[in-house]
């Protein structure tokens, strides 16, 4: 039997990045996932595979497409006869995982962390913990880190298959269906029905809360939405109760109930993205009483440890956003601890990015949350309709939006929905780390023309002397 210092289940940004790091701290790491292509392994977890990275190279295809379409001739550019190749976007999208998933085999031989193919389980504790691992292997480590992720959730009567899809159905479609419904208009129903929408499809969203991106600060959900069903044509529907879901010859037939009563309503195609459930089915044998909280997922500490000693869970499997980054983050704090080193990791400026038209990003707190909080804050907005490089780009919608604390001046949240949001987030999120005054922000000069202005000018706005609105 193999003994490693650390056994890491699960090669997600949670799982890969902890081996790697603890590779880099000394200790001699395995790490262990059962995803596979014909007997191959694929590293990387749902985010190379069938998440992040998939999903933002159709979303950049299908803008290209959709801005040759309806964006260039405004610039003056016409292209007589624009045609779709998705056979040829659906290979862009292959090779651009399978680049990322190779750099991490890479990266693992690289580093000297060994990869094992199976499904892995914890069977017994004591000096080392033994992992049972499905591909008859059985390895032996002082720590384990489980990172084995999230799949995709599944609603009562809609059984996955060829026409109702999850996720990972839903990148990969050969043609854009014509009537594309999707219940749950969360990170992944916008994203996909994205995608959709700009490759052909009319979009409804069946969203069963009354209120539109619940987690985004209220102006911005509010401001996102009008965009979405003013410029974009999308349907979306809140506060709606799926009723029944029937697949019948080649459609899907949807009963619910909205404010004015009951729909019925036939779709090409349905998505399910109602949200994701943790992986822990038979990740540890019951006697060892790993604990998991009420909704299943892996009960963990600040530090990501686990009720039993030297057994950390990082990642969606924890709990928490379900964002890779954090996943990474959780990994590394992980894998410092082990290697008996001080890490720490602050949960409250983990950024959000939602990869829509336009773009929705932030950070810290929203205004709702201070307002709950009783916290006495401060608000700078300022417009990309006022800013001169997203107007040159043809993407001067939304704002950006500043809120610092009454007293002190600290950056409490920065909030964005407007062109490459996903990029200016990242200053935000810089100054929140180094505890930065929106004064700080506002005497830092910014380069011209940028939309990075637009961040300076909400920081300016905070102080009520904003200079071009
Ligand atoms: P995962 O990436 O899920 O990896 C877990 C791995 O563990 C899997 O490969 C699985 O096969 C393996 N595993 C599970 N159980 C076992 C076992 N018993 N034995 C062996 N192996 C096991 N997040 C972002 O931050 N930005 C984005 O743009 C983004 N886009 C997304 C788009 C989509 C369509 C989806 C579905 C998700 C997206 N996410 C995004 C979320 C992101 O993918 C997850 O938060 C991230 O992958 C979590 O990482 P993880 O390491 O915790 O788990
Ligand atoms: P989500 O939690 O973002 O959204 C799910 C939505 O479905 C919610 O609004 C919920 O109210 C609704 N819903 C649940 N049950 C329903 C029902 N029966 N009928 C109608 N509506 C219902 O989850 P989603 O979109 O599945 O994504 C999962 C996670 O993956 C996200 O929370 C996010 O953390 C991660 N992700 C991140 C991305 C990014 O960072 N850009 C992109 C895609 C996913």
Not at 212 to 227: C, N, Q, T, V, W
Request: glycine share 10%; hydrophobic share 40%; net charge neutral.
């Amino acid at each position: 039997m193999s003994a490693y210092d650390v056994a890491v289940i699960g090669a997600g940004p949670g799982g890969y990045v902890a081996a790697i790091r603890c590779a880099q701290l000394g200790l001699k790491t395995v790490c262990i996932d059962e995803r596979e292509r014909d007997g191959k392994g694929l590293l990387g977890g749902t985010c190379l595979n069938v998440g992040c990275i998939p999903s933002k190279a159709l979303l950049e295809s299908s803008e290209n497409f959709e801005r040759a379409k309806h964006g260039f001739p405004s610039q003056g550019i016409l292209i007589g006869d624009l045609k779709l190749d998705l056979q040829a976007m659906q290979e862009r999208k292959r090779k651009i995982v399978d680049a990322h998933t190779n750099g991490i085999a890479f990266l693992f031989k690289k580093n000297k962390v060994d990869s094992i193919l199976g499904r892995a389980r914890i069977v017994s504790g004591g000096q080392a913990y033994q992992l049972e691992i499905s591909s008859s292997a059985t390895v032996e480590a002082k720590h384990v880190i489980i990172a084995t992720g999230s799949s995709p959730r599944k609603i009562e009567g809609a059984p996955f298959g060829p026409r109702i899809v999850d996720s990972s159905g839903a990148l990969s479609f050969e043609e854009a269906p014509k009537r594309l419904g999707i219940i749950g208009a969360g990170v992944i129903g916008l994203e996909l029905g994205s995608v959709w929408r700009r490759l052909g499809s009319e979009v409804t969203l069946l969203e069963s809360s009354p209120e539109f991106l619940p987690l985004a600060d209220g102006k911005i959900s509010k401001e996102a939405m009008r965009l979405f069903g003013r410029d974009q044509g999308w349907t979306i529907k809140l506060g709606v109760n799926v009723l029944y879901i029937n697949e019948k010859d080649d459609i899907v037939n949807v009963v619910y109930e909205e404010k004015s009563g009951r729909v019925e309503q036939d779709f090409d195609k349905l998505i399910v993205a109602a949200g994701r459930a943790p992986n822990t089915q038979g990740i540890a044998e019951d006697a060892l009483g790993l604990a998991l909280d009420d909704k299943g997922f892996v009960r963990i500490d600040a530090q990501c440890r686990t009720n039993l000693p030297r057994i950390y869970a990082v990642g969606d499997v924890a709990g928490g956003a379900m964002l890779a980054h954090k996943a990474s983050e959780e990994g590394v704090m992980a894998a410092e601890l082990i290697a008996g080193r001080k890490a720490e990791f602050d949960r409250n400026i983990v950024p959000w990015v939602i990869y829509t038209k336009p773009e929705i990003a932030w950070v810290g707190k929203t205004e709702q949350q201070l307002k709950e909080a009783g916290m006495e804050y401060k608000v700078g907005q300022f417009p990309f309709s006022a800013n001169g490089r997203a107007q040159a780009l043809g993407e001067a919608k939304g704002f950006a939006k500043m809120l610092s604390d009454a007293k002190t001046d600290r950056v409490l949240g920065v909030h964005i929905v407007g062109p490459y949001a996903s990029e200016l987030i990242g200053e935000a999120v810089l100054a929140m780390a180094f505890s930065a005054s929106s004064e700080d922000i506002a005497l830092t000069v910014h380069a011209h023309p940028s939309l990075s202005e637009a961040i300076h000018e909400a920081a300016l706005a905070v102080a009520g002397r904003a200079l071009h609105i």
